[in-house]
């Protein structure tokens, strides 16, 4: 069974603490794009993991990680992660990283920051990892591989180039020399995790082996689908788990969104549902919405059923996993945003075409909050009536079933539902 987990909003949907629950039947966890702009926590027995490259899946003795082809991977960050790992116990044997995954040089920070100061009022918040201007090479087909950082040669001469090419338009103070030997050495130290990755993965489909593949970020960062330019770089939806692996798209069995109760998102863009008063800051504190990466406090609002309807289509998401359902507990209303008012007309699907995000209104259905406390639940059938009212209200305006309820972060508290 090959399944993709994906976010359906914007990034930071607990997707990490559901990957790391359904690990438990997989025999491979694939990251296959993003890089180290993602931040995936699991908490187990109180101790925290925060994962920015390496597939959660690790947590679990003998699962395969992959590091897809589609990444762009920043070698400091990944030894660094790695080291983490190691110091706590866990072991880095069932480690694969693709030849084919691109690098994340040095100087694609800096470029990175000064992008974002050129763009003052307009800048995107990124997670300045480098993540942007990494694939920016990689599109424009100058980008260095790590397979390259295996042979002095080739790494050698596209450092140059590549290096050369950015001089060009900026003022960059680096060493070529010294960013040679360092990533050489990053190639002596990963060598033996580099590998072929698409043709483990067709191997391990082959002997019929259950595969996880991890998304990061989510459906509304995604480069072509999302709310561009407010995006990450990299193919967020379901469909980017081939193209960022080397497999096709009939081997993909099953597609499950993680929707978090209400919506968050770290940097600019648009967000109708947000909520700017008490409620927000309620959110925020209650659901710790504080990023992982980079621990920018994120912005808080309703969920936004539009948004879902969308994910639901562009990804053609199966079933849903929903999270942190008892950040929700205290309140007295709850509001699901339905359609969006723009312009006196009512908008029910993704304004994909639009250009004045700012004027929509969201249109929302307001239901009864249940005022008791849900995180400590083991079974759907405990839930508060009112709670039970929400999922299903999620699960008609989405228009898939919800399978599984994710709530306090501990790992164990997930409950199957259909
Ligand atoms: P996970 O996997 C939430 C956001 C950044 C910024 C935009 C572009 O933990 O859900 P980038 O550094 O990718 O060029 O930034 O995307 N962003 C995320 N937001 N969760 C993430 O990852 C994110 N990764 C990037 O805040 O708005
Ligand atoms: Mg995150």
């Known amino acids: 069974m090959n399944t993709v987990v994906v976010g359906t909003q914007w990034g930071d949907e607990g997707k990490a603490r559901v990957v790391d629950f359904l690990a438990q039947e997989a025999d491979a966890v694939v990251r296959f794009q993003g890089g180290s702009n993602a931040g995936h926590t699991v908490v187990v027995n109180g101790e925290k993991f925060i994962f920015h490259l390496v597939p959660c899946g690790i947590l679990h003795l003998g699962t395969k990680c992959i590091i897809g082809n589609g990444l762009v991977v920043d070698p400091g960050e990944l030894l660094m992660e790695m080291k983490t790992l190691q110091s706590k116990k866990i072991t880095l044997k069932n480690l694969y990283l693709s030849s084919g995954a691109h ?41 260095i591989k790590i397979g390259d950082l295996l042979n002095k040669e080739i790494l050698a001469e596209k450092l140059k180039m590549n290096l050369a090419f950015w001089k060009n338009s900026y003022e960059l103070d680096f060493s070529e020399e010294d960013i040679l030997k360092q990533y050489l050495e990053y190639g002596r130290k990963l060598r033996k995790y580099i590998t072929d990755t698409s043709l483990l993965i067709h191997r391990l489909i082959e002997e019929g082996k259950n595969i996880l593949f991890e998304g990061a970020q989510g459906t509304l960062l995604d480069i072509d689908h999302g709310t561009y330019p407010f995006v990450t770089s990299s193919s967020t939806i379901a469909a980017g788990a081939c193209i960022g692996t080397g497999i096709g798209p009939r081997y993909i069995d099953e597609v499950l969104g993680v929707t978090k109760a209400y919506t968050t998102r770290v940097g600019k863009g648009p967000f109708p549902t947000e909520i700017k008063g008490e409620i927000g800051k309620i959110l925020k ?61 009512t908008v029910k699907n993704f304004p994909f075409q639009l250009n004045g ?25 405990d839930l508060p009536y009112r709670a039970q009212l929400y999922l299903r209200k999620i699960e008609a305006i989405g228009g898939i079933p919800i399978r599984y309820l994710s709530l306090n972060p501990e790992r164990t508290n997930i409950i199957k539902i259909s």
């Open 103 to 143: 690098v994340v040089m040095p100087y694609h920070r800096k470029i990175e920051e000064r992008e974002e100061n050129r763009r003052g009022r307009r800048k995107i918040g990124t997670t300045k990892r480098g993540i942007g201007p990494a694939y920016v090479d990689k599109t424009a087909r100058r980008g």
């Open 285 to 345: 504190e209650r659901g710790k919405e504080y990023g992982a990466t980079t621990g920018r406090p994120r912005r808080c609002g309703w969920l936004d059923a539009v948004i879902l309807r969308y994910a639901v289509r562009v990804n053609g998401l199966d079933e849903l996993i929903l999270t942190k359902l008892d950040v929700l507990d205290t309140l007295d209303k709850i509001k699901i945003c339905t359609a969006y008012k723009y312009k006196g007309k």
């Open 357 to 381: 995000w700012e004027e929509c209104q969201p249109v929302y259905e307001e239901m009864e909050g249940w005022k008791e406390n849900t995180s400590r639940l083991s079974a759907y059938k």
